[in-house]
């Protein structure tokens, strides 16, 4: 999505694609933990909001749950 389409995304559609983007980076079995997540959407992506819309335990489980299956599915034959 191009840096333009995110800024004239209303406040609802830019939480809907927060969620979306970290369930996406979950899937990739690049990263860790919801924190690592976190980290790449705020610093990296440009979503400062997403410390505050994904501080909610069942979400932050979910995303660690998603990004330890990722991790295992992951082989040296199957990178991701």
Known sequence: MSEYSVHKM????RHSYVIRRAEE???TGEHRDW???????RA???FPE????????FLRDR????CKRARE?????NPA
């Not at 209303?10 to 559609?13: A, F, H, M, P, S």
């Not at 924190?35 to 959407?41: A, G, K, P, S, T």
């Open 44 to 46: 990296k992506e440009n």
């Open 63 to 66: 995303l660690d749950d998603m």
């Open 73 to 77: 599915n992951r082989t040296p034959n």
């Open 35 to 41: 924190l690592m997540i976190e980290h790449v959407l």
């Open 10 to 13: 209303n406040k609802e559609q």
């Open 50 to 57: 997403a410390r505050e819309w994904l501080d909610n335990r």
């Open 25 to 27: 980076l979950a899937q």
